[in-house]
């Protein structure tokens, strides 16, 4: 069967493209979410859209699972290969084929790597506004297929809102192009804005316009240490009510601030219940202007202390606290499962609350830091790998987590995606109805069921 | 059958809600697309989306085609029920059911007026962005149900980039709530979005939850004229380029100045061959710098004339001279047809050289304006309409005028959607493949394809 089906895939990119080595197949057998593998039969890097169409109509003729996947840099396993079958590897694709200052726009083919676009922009004197915390590893193609987000949401929006037009490979071969080079278009149903978000069960995306904006004339950093959370999420409604859409508000609980301290020394204030990070960036004296009021909002609010980044570096040094928050909790613990909820931002304080309760009731370390502007929290549990019981109690402790988000009138994911970690979840979300149309969505697009099985729409 | 199909919605909304009066069907036969009309055998107005889901339930049964409809304000013939059946108005679920500054969004029933939510919206300090050109007779529906647009979809974007959620009615009845009151949400295919441009073909929308924005401080206008087009668009592009996005781009040609004029007295130029109506939005030094880089780029560019406007009512009058140019163009001749193609921003002038060559090939008169930022453009043929010749005409122009948008790397519709009126060109603009998917998803949603057959998925 592997011969066969490696003899198969050889033949349409190259025997030098297609691997059935139990190294790579083992490499490929994950993402970046723990507990979750499965091994496929092969591994394919196609060269072209065309290459990929020929390979989904082998699939779909012989009933072969097939799991598109950039970096694999996913947290939801939304690129392991639970039916085996073959992992499609879209690195190849890697050209960026124009940036454009008069259009406003970049075309990329989506293994592009995040950060290159964005340098590639920047060089232009563009912005490519989304930034997910993966960017330095995350590929376009996956930013698209799970709609990433970022630490800009609430000023700039996430990726739906950049993508202007995809081509795109159907799971029975035909290439189609969606969108464009345009701001308006509304020429048929938006299968742009389906496809974005539709992490690779519906089609493979090969190339993607997105929208870039001028690079803004200068950002601005600040840091306030609240008490508690409660005061921090109070700072965060009084800002927005204020008239301030600020580029960046992002917050760290006690715990994440503990350990990015402990992990980067970065002369955090360890004693606070709450750290927020804002900024700003446009024209120097409106980031100027708005920095100064949401200082001033943060100290009404009562915080600790309030501190604008007086340059550049103190900015980056800011900013890369946010960044590492992960891997400062990663050592607290050879496991780490990071998890993404959100909520309407006034209730941010509410539910870290709530997680808070849940991690204490299953004995367990869970720190959550995130996106406070648009109240997208990432609860982070720290455990022993092979403390079964624990892990146990962590799954137990996420359910309730998201049920807790959805009876906040929040949601299961803001920004990683279902994936298989939170499949069994969605219908709590969503209701049965409209999972049940997503069934027929998925059948629209895929009727073999060939594209990554066992994910959404499954 | 009418009287059978009478009965059964009046028991579902009261008998006085059902009406199938010769002089009320006759109202319901056409909307604001001249040229399309076809007879319902029944109007109903449900009340709630319970009422609506049980007339869905009925229709799918009975396999009676049932035409979702707000103020009725279209421009393709979206609404026109082609098929007969059952016009579904939805302008008694008129309620504003909250406006939140602290959340920075509205929830509304879709029956209420555009400009009635943008008015609760500036009551509390707040905009919300999406301001299509009949916004004060159209409906928050059949806004998301067109994806509308407006004049300031380059720096706001449209519809879609405000709909946070949707309540929704499945033809056959099952009541879905997409989205919710969060900026990040990922959970499922984005429905949300694919059903904001599904032109009432997929499900009945009875309630949104749309995003605002704080309200600027200011409001800045100014106009310039150029002796052609292209010296306008060449404007365009510059300031794009210089790194502004102003709220405001809008673009008369020759003949709509002349029009205006005539019909307004605004006191326009009548010698400029483009008249460039500018804006923007914000912080008070943001725009005055903004308007000056502007003005600076037109003077550069070839500018007869700029003038920036030293009041608001200036402003509005300004404004108001682009607003007016469908019914100044309308006196010319008692059939007006609309249209609205769009292409990238620097194929404008391009564009509007197409329209005028084979305006002039066809003996036609055909005036443009529109959305200079976003490439949105609205050329309008105006015409007696006992002239049957030089409507066939009009047909065969407006079909050459879409296919040289496509070869511009335009569409057939930028905002006002596909509609009856252009169905027949849209396998130019998808490909067989896409236009073949669109259907497969119309049948996901409405297996027994009663929900306005003839348009879009058919």
Not at 324 to 349: F, I, K, N, Q, Y
Not at 426 to 439: F, S, Y
Request: proline fraction near 5%.
């Amino acid at each position: 069967m592997t011969a066969k089906l490696a003899e198969a895939l050889a033949g349409i990119v190259g025997p030098e493209h297609v691997s059935v080595e139990p190294g790579a197949l083992a490499a490929h057998a994950r993402d970046a979410t723990p507990l979750f593998d499965a091994m496929p039969q092969a591994v394919v890097h196609p060269g072209s859209a065309e290459e990929v169409a020929a390979i989904l109509r082998y699939a779909t003729a012989e009933g072969v699972p097939v799991v598109p996947r950039g970096a694999g840099s996913n947290l939801c396993a939304g690129t392991v290969p639970l039916h085996g079958g073959i992992v499609l590897v879209l690195t190849r694709l890697n050209r960026i084929l124009e940036v454009s200052r008069d259009e406003l726009l970049a075309r990329v083919q989506t293994g592009v790597p995040t950060a290159k676009l964005a340098a590639a922009a920047a060089e232009a004197g563009l912005l490519y506004a989304p930034d997910p915390g993966s960017h330095t590893v995350s590929t376009v193609g996956g930013n698209v297929a799970t709609c990433a987000g970022g630490l800009r949401g609430l000023k700039y929006g996430v990726t739906r809102n950049y993508v202007l037009g995809l081509e795109a490979v159907l799971p029975t071969g035909e290439i189609i192009r969606t969108g464009g080079r345009l701001w308006k278009d509304v020429a048929g149903y938006d299968l742009t804005r389906l496809l974005t978000g539709s992490e690779g069960t519906l089609a493979v995306i090969t190339e993607a316009t997105v929208a870039l904006l001028p690079k803004p004339e200068t950002t601005g950093t600040g840091v306030a240490y609240f008490p508690t959370l409660a005061d921090a999420s109070r700072a965060v409604t009084a800002v927005i009510a204020s008239g301030i859409v600020p580029a960046t508000l992002e917050f760290l609980d006690q715990k994440c601030i503990a350990a990015v301290e402990e992990f980067a020394g970065l002369g955090l204030r360890a004693d606070a219940g709450a750290l927020l990070l804002f900024g700003d960036d446009g024209q120097a004296a409106t980031v100027e202007g708005n920095l100064a009021r949401i200082e001033g909002i943060c100290a009404d609010e009562g915080a600790l202390e309030v501190t604008l980044a007086e340059d550049v570096a103190r900015a980056d040094a800011l900013l890369a606290a946010r960044r590492c928050s992960l891997p400062a909790l990663s050592r607290l613990g050879s496991l780490t499962v990071l998890e993404d909820v959100s909520v309407p931002r006034h209730r941010l304080a509410g539910m870290v609350a709530r997680i808070d309760e849940i991690a204490a009731a299953h004995d367990l370390l869970i720190a959550t830091f995130g996106h406070a502007g648009d109240g997208n929290l990432h609860p982070t549990c720290v455990l022993d790998p092979d403390d079964g019981e624990a892990i146990e109690r962590c799954h137990q402790a996420f359910a309730e987590i998201f049920s807790a988000a959805i009876a906040l009138d929040g949601t299961i994911t803001g920004e990683h995606g279902v994936g298989a970690a939170k499949l069994p979840y969605l219908e709590e979300r969503l209701g049965g109805d409209q999972v049940a149309l997503l069934g027929r969505i998925k059948r629209a697009f895929d009727p073999a069921g060939i594209l990554n099985p066992g994910k959404l729409g499954s």
